[in-house]
């Protein structure tokens, strides 16, 4: 059968539209295909914590992740997990592996590099950064292993951080930007959860804070204010008033003791003022007789001898009895009321009905603990930081409390075996919550020191043995650890791992610190 020229052209047309039409659903797959991968690419960058020209996250199997900048900035497809854990990249006959390792106990950031089935090293140079989640940066550089390159320093924890590296292959001019990141060890927390756990979250920053050196202490008692009571005469305790812990008036009686010794010297007082009233009557007569001449001057002079002899008799009897605190005189000679020297609580007694007591015995201790001491001992090294005068802060683990002063006595000698000082701060005591034997941190504060970076006090927790602040990420929390420096008792600088403007946990951060004990649990399981 013969075709036309007509038919011919027909025949020509069809075949045209059809390859025009074919073309058109393969440009349109390809177009819907980039677009696909584009917005994939841009939700992933946009949950990455990076700030250079491209964002890198984590790849998931089978899925695009980040788009990978070269030099040419050629879009490449995010790359897949490799036999490390790591992201694998394509490079020419070439792959890269960039992930992290622990060889010998020690996270390092690695590059694999595989040509032909077999590890490539030789003539390869990579640097990189790593960025963490409190906006620290980090540079890394890198060194040639048996087989791979690894980071010349370890990754400190926490292991959250977006990591890149710029590798320069053999035979290729431009060098290649591979990409890592990793979450390990983030506490994941909704915004409600936060809210119903009552964590409290405020940003780090510049503060004030008062230097200081802190000692350990206790509490004593004021010995300008306490008194050792002893009897001061032997004799037989009869009463006991007073009791261990009463609070006591100056003056009270505290005990009663029958005394011989007390009754002679009141005897011997009595005897004295007899004496001494006889005196005065024969040295009035005998002066009325001279004046009037009818006896001689000589008997006049006697009688006035025998007056003043016996009034000295008498004051020596009275200055006796109040050598020992006795009354001059009582219903009962023998009788010693023992009584209270000021105000103040009786914190020992060593005496009870019956017993006999001697003169020196320490039978009471009466202490005034509306004001105590906070002794500590100071090292030699630290006396220039330690001087009277200095304004010191003052707290117990026992209770919270907190109270404040200034030191008021340092010691001028060292001990010989310790090598250090006494050194003491007189406390007012009004509610007495202070008590002797309390163990104290005692804080000597010096000048105030304008610090770049400080967290609150209660936002410091122990994690792993080290202080550490729960940084806020996106989506939770991650344990950042630290170096603290000075500290108030309320704020504490940062000199190491916080920048500031970084948003910390602060009340109830405790509730992470727990959360992050359940998880490490649960991976070990």
Do not use: C
């Not at 590296?165 to 927390?189: C, D, N, R």
């Not at 007073?242 to 009270?252: F, L, M, T």
């Not at 040295?283 to 006697?302: F, G, M, N, V």
């Not at 250090?420 to 163990?439: Q, Y």
């Amino acid at each position: 059968m013969s075709i036309t020229n007509k038919q011919k052209t027909a025949i020509a047309a069809l075949v045209a539209a059809g390859l025009i039409a074919t073309g058109t659903v393969l440009f349109l797959g390809r177009s819907t295909e980039g677009n696909e991968s584009a917005r994939e690419a841009a939700e992933h960058a946009e949950s990455a914590g990076h700030q250079d020209r491209e964002h890198h996250g984590e790849p998931s199997q089978g899925k695009h992740e980040d788009a990978v900048a070269h030099g040419d900035q050629e879009h490449h497809d995010a790359p897949k997990k490799g036999p490390h854990g790591g992201n694998v990249y394509a490079a020419g006959d070439a792959t890269v592996e960039f992930g992290m390792a622990e060889d010998g106990g020690e996270p390092k950031l690695k590059l694999w590099v595989v040509r032909d089935g077999k590890p490539l090293v030789a003539n390869i140079s990579a640097s990189g950064a790593i960025k963490r989640v409190t906006g620290e940066s980090m540079p890394i550089g890198f060194k040639i292993t048996k087989d791979s390159l690894e980071s010349e320093a370890a990754i400190a924890e926490p292991h959250v951080f977006g990591a890149t590296a710029s590798v320069m292959l053999p035979g290729v001019q431009k060098p290649m930007t591979v990409a890592f990141s990793k979450e390990e060890g983030k506490i994941e927390l909704t915004v409600d959860q936060i809210a119903k756990a009552g964590v409290g979250v405020e940003v780090a920053g510049a503060a004030a804070v008062q230097s200081g050196v802190q000692f350990p202490g206790e509490i004593r008692f004021n010995e300008d204010r306490t008194a050792h009571v002893v009897p001061r005469l032997a004799g037989v305790v009869e009463r006991v008033p007073a009791n261990i812990g009463e609070q006591v008036k100056s003056g009270q009686v505290l005990a009663v003791i029958a005394s011989t010794a007390l009754s002679e010297q009141r005897s011997e007082l009595l005897a004295a003022q007899k004496r001494l009233s006889l005196a005065q009557t024969t040295y009035a007569r005998e002066k009325r007789l001279w004046e009037e001449k009818i006896s001689a001057e000589q008997d006049y002079l006697q009688a006035q001898t025998a007056l003043q002899e016996a009034q000295i008799a008498v004051q020596n009897a009275q200055q006796k009895l109040v050598a020992i605190g006795a009354a001059p005189a009582t219903t009962a000679l023998n009788r010693f009321e023992l009584r209270a020297p000021f105000d103040g609580m009786v914190v020992e007694k060593h005496l009870a009905i019956g017993e006999a007591v001697k003169e020196d015995a320490n039978v009471f201790t009466i202490s005034d603990l509306s004001s105590v001491w906070a002794e500590f001992v100071v090292a030699a090294k630290d006396l220039g930081n330690v001087r009277v005068g200095q304004q010191v802060t003052i707290g117990s683990t026992a209770f919270d409390s907190k109270a404040t002063g200034s030191v008021s006595y340092v010691g001028s000698l060292l001990g010989e075996q310790t090598r250090t000082a006494k050194a003491r701060v007189t406390l007012a005591n009004p509610g007495m919550a202070w008590r002797p034997g309390l163990f104290v941190t005692v804080q000597v504060l010096g000048p105030a020191v304008q610090v770049p970076v400080a967290v609150r006090a209660d936002a410091i927790q122990e994690v792993n043995g080290k202080p550490a602040v729960f940084v806020a990420v996106p989506g939770g929390f991650v344990a950042q650890p630290v170096k603290t420096g000075r500290s108030t008792g309320k704020v504490v600088e940062i000199t190491e791992g916080l920048s500031a403007g970084a948003r910390y946990a602060t009340a109830n951060s405790f509730v992470l610190k727990a959360e992050l004990g359940k998880a490490s649990a649960e991976h070990e399981h």
